[in-house]
């Protein structure tokens, strides 16, 4: 997982012609749960696809049906429906990769090497960041509490996260911008968390290395029990490694 800090290519991505209409792909997905008999949380009643099809903010089925760890046919139902999206191996594998990885705290020093490395990327993809060598404040809880940390400060990634659907219409046109508001709500119920989701995007928006990849900053801290922030005296790391059970 922390090959971040160094560089591995990724694999290429499927050059599979792909459905461009998301409401198809909402379509497909509800019919590849339909296909199943045995998902631990779906009921007869649930079967079928809604008509009309509801917005993917509202259509909870679809936000967290194929997320389940204890469902026999899980691995499969989700290859099913990434196999219809751009890139969708690609992305597929980081799901898999998060879903079988188990948490472990990092330490202040790891998690500012993360940080520092992230940002620098970021900057270099000519998206707006804090100096990435500049002084790294760590904030633990219960000092200060997540309301008084963030109460002005912003994500250091806030804007590459809002430049990522620009990139992905860059890379694969309507299809690319399609796909990634299509998957916005489902990868944030995967562990309600925007850093997770943006990671398992970043294959729809960039064809870079895996080294060259910003996303995996956020994902890593969030994985180690950390969570970074950017406000008028620069970056900080926030500790929330006992806050997700992480240390005692």
């Known amino acids: 997982m922390f090959n971040f800090l160094r560089r591995k290519n990724l694999p290429s991505g499927s050059e599979t012609p792909v459905p461009r209409d998301p409401k198809e792909w909402q379509r497909r997905w509800h019919q590849i749960l339909d296909s199943y008999n045995d998902h631990p949380d779906e009921k007869p009643d649930d079967k079928g696809v809604p008509d009309p099809l509801p917005d993917m903010d509202s259509d909870f089925r679809l936000q967290f049906g194929f ?109 690319g911008s399609a796909a990634y508001y299509f998957l916005s709500e489902p990868l944030y119920r995967l562990a309600s968390s925007y850093d997770v989701s943006d990671w398992v995007k970043w294959p729809l928006c960039s064809h870079s290395t895996a080294g060259d990849d910003p996303t995996t900053a956020a994902y890593l801290l969030w994985n180690g029990g950390w969570s970074a922030g950017w406000d008028e005296e620069g970056l900080f790391l926030y500790d929330r490694r006992r806050e997700f059970g992480l240390i005692r």
Not at 124 to 149: C, T, W, Y
């Open 67 to 175: 997320w389940f760890t204890d469902w026999k046919n899980a691995r499969q139902a989700r290859r099913r429906a990434f196999s219809i999206l751009p890139r969708g191996d690609q992305m597929l594998a980081r799901v898999e990769e998060h879903l079988s990885v188990r948490r472990k705290p990092i330490d202040a020093d790891y998690a500012t090497m993360v940080l520092r490395k992230g940002v620098d990327l970021t900057r270099e993809l000519g998206a707006e960041a804090a100096d990435p060598f500049g002084h790294v404040r760590v904030m633990e809880n219960p000092k200060i509490s997540p309301q008084d940390a963030f109460a002005r400060a912003d994500s250091p990634f806030v804007h590459l996260r809002a430049a990522l659907g620009e990139m992905a219409a860059r890379e694969h046109g309507q299809a």
